[in-house]
Structure formats: C-alpha cells, structure tokens
C-alpha cells in the first residue's frame, strides 16, 4: 500500500532555478526520508528528517517536514541539469521496512 | 561505500521458467529487501529478511519466493514466470531501516 504520495508528477525548470517537490502521507511516522533515482538506476538516500524535526539542509538540499498536515517538501536550490532524475519520498512503516511514493521526475534544462 | 551488487543488470526469460535474481552486499547488513517498480506503480515491497535463513512477506509476494543461506546475500526466486512479472526488480540492504542502500537493478523481461 502506498503511504508517501508525490506531488507534481512532473516537474521541468531550467538551470539555476530552484525546484521543490511536495509529499504526503496518511498515517503517523518516525521518520521521512527522500531518495533519487537517476533513469533506469537504483535509488540513492538523500537526506531523512525525524518526525520531532522541522526543517533539515544537505548542501543544496532542504526538507521541511509538517506531521500535522502529514507532508513534506524537498527543495533543490540552484538547480542543475545533474538533478535531473526522479525524487521518491519514503516513510517508515510496520516491521521497519519503506514505503515509497510513486515519485517525482525532474528535469532541468541548461 | 556500501555496494550491493545485483548479479544481471538486464534478464530476458520465458513464460514458465525459474528465475534467480541475485543480491549481494558488502557492509554486514542485517536487513535486505526486494522492491520492483513499475511505471505509475512506483516501488513495492515483495520480501525482507532481517537476518540469515529469516524471511517475511512484504505487500506484493505472491509468486515470489526467497532465500537467505548467508548475510551478504538474498535471492530472489520466480518459482515460474510470468509476464506480469517483467519489471524492474531493486535489492537495497540497510543497517537500520534510516537509510537503505539500493542495488543498480535488474531489468526482467518475461516473453
């Protein structure tokens, strides 16, 4: 069953720009976590924020976690065209395992 | 750096066959897991093992089996393939479910 939900699907922004990706989730977590998937590879963790956090920065990276509208953001700032890939928020769930949203493909453009 | 090593980055299979993905990391990692995606489907959990000869069903294993004779490795097996089963199939193994590292994947056609 899927519990993170990815919004836009689809995301195109050219170079330099910044790009931000939404998720949401139904049920109370430990934790969310974002990964990247560039095409037709395997996922790479990016970053996880705890559900007692707000806001977390990785370089580029910013995730900002809200648990009483259960979603998040992830937020690319100066955007390059080695982001293009697709973005997966991930939350923790029974028996310690993932579940995956469906993603969000982003293209930058130079 | 963790690796896990997928054995076949492209499969091609036919209807009724056994198939054998393999899974191997690196780090002595307790937990390992299979997803596949699908477009529009994203990622699904089929099976996880948390430790050696140690198995559970993710959300879709219905035609899966696995194995776990050793830490650094989980297989998994298509007792006979079909072609529902051509997809993208990813192994991730993780010290703690925080953060899971992800094989390359193998890309299963079943004709």
């Known amino acids: 069953s899927q519990q993170g939900e990815e919004d836009p699907q689809a995301l195109s922004i050219q170079e330099g720009e910044n790009a931000t990706m939404n998720c949401s989730y139904k049920t109370s977590i430990n934790n969310l976590q974002w990964y990247r998937q560039n095409s037709g590879r395997g996922l790479v963790h990016l970053i996880l924020?705890?559900?007692?956090?707000r806001e977390k920065h990785s370089g580029r990276l910013r995730v900002t976690l809200d648990t009483s509208k259960k979603s998040s953001s992830l937020l690319i700032t100066a955007s390059r065209a080695a982001d293009t890939a697709s973005y997966f928020c991930?939350?923790?769930?029974?028996?310690?395992?993932?579940?995956f949203g469906k993603g969000t493909m982003l293209l930058v453009s130079p | 750096d963790v690796k896990v090593t997928q054995s076949s980055r492209y499969l091609v299979k036919r209807t009724g066959e056994k198939v054998f993905l393999e899974c191997v990391q690196d780090m002595d990692h307790e937990n390992m897991f299979w997803y596949r995606q699908d477009p529009g489907l994203g990622l699904r959990l089929i099976y996880f093992?948390?430790?050696?000869?140690?198995?559970e069903k993710g959300d879709i294993p219905e035609g899966y089996s696995v194995s776990r004779e050793k830490k650094e490795r989980f297989s998994l097996i298509l007792e006979s393939a079909s072609t529902n089963q051509t997809s993208m199939y990813l192994c991730?193994?993780?010290?703690?479910?925080?953060?899971?590292?992800f094989g390359s994947g193998t890309q299963l056609s079943v004709l």
């Open positions: 991730a193994s993780s010290y703690r479910v925080e953060k899971l590292f």
């Open positions: 991930a939350t923790d769930r029974r028996y310690s395992t993932l579940t």
């Open positions: 924020i705890r559900s007692n956090e």
């Open positions: 093992s948390y430790d050696v000869k140690m198995k």
